[in-house]
């Protein structure tokens, strides 16, 4: 046109903006920006607002306003675009400052306006605004247009006032299609599927037809709830309506079929889809990664790449968390490799689930450094990297971490504080649970009902069961996980009566147990020789509660059983299990062996564990701890000679102990810390009280084939014994110590402690893989039952 010379006018100019605005065109617009002052257009109002506009949806909001600001004319268009750029660029606070600016120059809002309007206080979540301008609408005569009405509805329901925009909903002199689907989508946003299939039958008794969004909103609530069969039905509906071709509504079929458990049939619909964009693959990897199938989700990332179909963020995050859940470290670092390829390694999200994959796989190192080559982090990039740390035992760092955390000035969020006192809960670290504690309150977490029951379960992991039951007392709101957090608790004190009591008290106040629950039940009564307890429990669970046992429920039988002694009545109930036993069945009753020094039984048990866990060192240990106690030297000799033909190495003994703010952490053997000499001395001291008080080492623990001198030096060593001497000479008399160990306390650390106790006069608590350990004045509240 420029070319042959034809003089364009404001309508091309405003024709071409609108192009640059929907294709985010800026340079080109710049351009015309610069053709339209040389042509002198700069000054009429509808390509002033059209400029506006265009800046405003090419992310210029800056840009846009200076030229809001020097226009000479602005009519409501030009207002209302303003307001428009900013609401689209997620900057609701600065649209609803220019309304009331608008105001005050006294420029009449129009239908549009209050649209765009309502828009940013639902997503702002501005209840109190959103009614004033509810309010202002009303005054301007704008509440029987449909548009206005609808958006209110919209309004009401994201500020989470579904009653209210109910109210709106059913007073509105006249509905259409978007005014059902704004209240159908009010009730699935707040997580009411019911009330949004409720009034999906209500729609179409009042013979008001569904669009495709309907559809998408109705899927999302089946598979929310997990309800098939209205899915089904909702299927039927919209092959009937003629939408099954829609690609949006093909996806979201497919999402809630695997949502609800049907894997299968999603796949089938996804296979017979004629049109399939990225959505649609991402549905289908979704519903395979949500229903433990990770390699089916991984396998069809390949088919995906084969047919040219280019992945997004989504893609990746979705394949990141199948490979972390399957543990899959070759596949995530291809898929890593992916990444990079495609441009995705500085998207957050990514960068975030890269870390978590990394972490979930072992490899701490390598998300410690993509951590630390983020060129952003949000407190969800904090939190996968705190995370990664807690579950690879590292808690230490990631209590290291949070201090960092703070120093940089990222405020933590409920997930964070969960986080870090279940670091402090593996490593008994008291004192940093404290101060998280005080963290907590300071920034208004306490009232979370899963921060509540984390702090509980801390608590009640160092060994405070008192601190821990007056938490849960007085938290405001209390769910399952509140109430098995304190069940456990006592459960992993020796407090089994007090569980069965709480366990009562939560049935009384209409909390229903769930699966985890009865596991902390049966754990409790085992710990506490609570046979007959047990076993009506485990009974009724089935029978009264409908709730059919897990390989775990059934160890905790062959558990109770077996630490009463009634190995063969344990030995029998396995025999008579309805499912195949696992090997943490077959462990329990070797445990049990082990501590009533049944040579036979613990032979069986050992040979039906090596069939489902050959490289398991823990079976190893527990049948030569039975051949040395029963004095069969010759098949110590072999079972050694076995474990050390298989390769099979046992996991070192690791104790943590915290002392002024700083955990110190100790492994069998250990004389690498700074005060070696001094924990060594005071352990040699210690030793030689017990003797003279009667201690005699009990040798049968020390596996290794050497001379009695060196296996007393072996099991001196031990790491609680290190920690607890490392405790004694660095904090005052009369301090309690507190002892975290990653493996079960053998006999003769247990009975050494219990002496110590009486000799230095303090508490000791000792928090091993299985049990509390309370020791105080020579005597241990378990009972020597563990």
Known sequence: MKQEGVQPSN??????????????????????????IKKGFQSNVIVGSSLVDMYAKCGCTED??????????????????????????????????????????????????????????????????????????????????????????????????????????????????????AMIAGYAHNELGKEALALYERMKQEDVRPDNVTFVLLLKACARLAALEQGKQLHSDLI??????????????????????????????????SDRDVVSWN?????????????????????????????????FVLLLKACASLEVLEQGKRL???????????????????????????????????????????VVSWNAMIAGYAQNGLGKEALALYEQMKQEGVQPDNVTCVLLLKACACLAALEQGKQIHADIIKRGFQSDVIVGSTLVDMYAKCGCTEDARELFN???????????AMIAGYAQNGLGKEALALFEQMQREGTKPNEVTYICVLSACAQSRLVDEGRYVFYSMCKNHGVTPTMEHYACMVDLLGRAGCLVDAELFINKMPIQPGSVVWMSLLGAARNHGNVEIGRRAFDRVMKLEPKNAAPYVLLSNIYAAAGRKDELVKIRNEMKDAGVKNMPGCSWIEVDNQVHAFVVGDATHPQSKEILAELDRLVGLMKEAGYIPELSFVLDDVED??????????????????????????????????????????????????????EIFVMDANRSHHFKDGFCFCGDYW
């Open 709 to 762: 001198e060196e296996k007393e030096i072996a099991l001196c060593r031990h790491s609680e014994k290190l920690a607890i001497a490392f405790g004694l000479i660095n904090t005052p008399p009369g301090t309690p110590i507190r002892i975290k160990k990653n493996i079960r306390v053998c006999g003769d650390c247990h009975n050494a402690t219990k002496m110590i106790s009486k000799i230095v006069r303090r």
């Open 64 to 181: 846009a306003r200076e030229l809001f600001n020097s226009m000479s004319e602005r009519d409501v268009v030009s207002w209302t675009v303003m307001i428009a750029g900013y609401a689209q660029n997620g900057l609701g606070k600065e649209a609803l400052a220019l309304y009331e600016q608008m105001k005050q120059e006294g420029v009449q809002p129009n239908n549009v306006t209050f649209v765009l309007l309502l828009k940013a206080c639902a997503s702002l979540g501005t209840l109190e605004q959103g009614k004033q301008l509810h309010s202002d609408i009303i005054k301007k005569g704008f509440q029987s247009n449909v548009i206005v009405g609808s958006s209110l509805v919209d309004m009401y329901s994201k500020c989470g006032c579904t009653e209210d925009a109910r109210e709106l909903f059913n007073n509105m002199s006249k509905r259409d299609v978007v005014s059902w689907n």
């Open 240 to 273: 009937k309506g003629g939408f099954q071709s829609n690609v949006i509504v093909g996806s979201s079929l497919v999402d809630m079929y695997a949502k609800c458990g049907c894997t299968q049939d999603a796949r089938e619909l996804f296979n017979n889809m």
């Open 336 to 378: 890593h490799s992916d990444i990079i390829k495609r441009g995705f390694q500085l998207d957050v999200i990514v960068g975030n689930t890269l870390v978590d994959m990394y972490a979930k796989c072992g490899c701490t190192e390598d998300a410690r450094e993509l951590f630390n080559n983020m060129t952003e982090r949000d």
């Open 283 to 315: 549905a289908m990897i979704a519903g395979y990664a949500q229903n433990g199938l990770g390699k089916e989700a991984l396998a069809l990332y390949e088919q995906m790449k084969q047919e040219g179909v280019q992945p997004d963020n989504v893609t």
């Open 474 to 484: 007085n938290m405001s709101e209390r769910n399952v996980v509140s109430w098995t």
């Open 11 to 36: 309508v091309t100019f405003v024709l071409l903006l609108k192009a640059c605005a929907s294709l985010g065109a800026l340079k080109q617009g710049k351009q015309l920006h610069s053709d339209i």
